[in-house]
Each structure stands twice: as structure tokens, then as C-alpha cells.
């Protein structure tokens, strides 16, 4: 299977609003929602793990990206709705499995599972759909 041409500018803008649901998804306010955090440690935006913990971020936000783009294509998604439903098929598949198993085995909360897996399912569905529209 061949690589398909993207446009590099929606993957750009993809991969930067992955990001972006990525840091508000795990900002305290949201965190409060569900009255559970990730981490015990409370870190500063900008201390040093932080920053490199954001480059790692979006540096693997542009790999998820790029990957939803080829997928996007690949499954002729041509629809913010289209690529939207290969983004929560995806989310089905892999994001939602992966994460319920890692409870069933008690290496996360059920809660942190369903908390991380729907902060996932949001930005797989939006970014999937902006790349299918926009592709």
C-alpha cells in the first residue's frame, strides 16, 4: 500500500488541535469534572518535565495525524461526519480496548480508563473529521 499525498496544512491544524484537546482535556478544571486526577504530582506548566512532557505531546500529535490523514484517504472519508465515524471506529477498536483491558487488569482506575478514553474518543472524532473535510 502506497502513501497517499496529505495536505500538509490541514495536517498541521489537525495535529496542533489534537494537541490543544490534549492539554484541556487533562487541565484541572476538566480533571474536576470527573473529581480524579492523573498524576498525585502537581506540576507547573512550565517546568522542565512539563516541557518536555508538551514537545513529546505534540510531536506524537503530528505522527496521530499524519496516520488519521492516510486513514482518511485510504477509507475515501470526504465528510466532517465520515471521518468522524472512522475516528470513533478507531476509538472502538483500539483506544477503548486497550484501555479497558489495562483496568481489567488492574493497571488503571476503571474511572482514569473511562476518563483518558473519552478525552481520546473527543479528539479522534473532531481531528478525524477536520481531516476528512478539509482533505
Known amino acids: 500500500m502506497e502513501l497517499a499525498d496529505v495536505h500538509t496544512k490541514t495536517v498541521i491544524i489537525a495535529a496542533i488541535v489534537y494537541f490543544v484537546l490534549g492539554i484541556i482535556g487533562y487541565t484541572p478544571w476538566a480533571l474536576s469534572l470527573f473529581k480524579s486526577h492523573p498524576s498525585k504530582k502537581s506540576r ?5 518535565s ?11 500529535s503530528f ?13 475515501k472519508c470526504k465528510t466532517f461526519a465520515s471521518g468522524a465515524q472512522l475516528g470513533f471506529w478507531i476509538w472502538l477498536g ?4 486497550a484501555k479497558a ?13 473511562a476518563i483518558q478514553s473519552l478525552l481520546r474518543l473527543i479528539s479522534l472524532v473532531i ?3 477536520i481531516l476528512a473535510h478539509w482533505r
Do not use: E, N, P, R
Open 94 to 97: 483500539f483506544i477503548f480496548t
Open 101 to 113: 483491558a489495562a483496568a481489567g487488569w488492574g493497571m488503571i482506575s476503571w474511572k482514569m480508563a
Open 50 to 60: 512539563s516541557i518536555v512532557g508538551h514537545i513529546v505531546c505534540l510531536i506524537t
Open 44 to 48: 507547573s506548566f512550565f517546568d522542565k
Open 63 to 75: 505522527i496521530i495525524a499524519y496516520v488519521l490523514a492516510q486513514l482518511t484517504i485510504w477509507t
Open 127 to 129: 481531528v478525524t473529521g
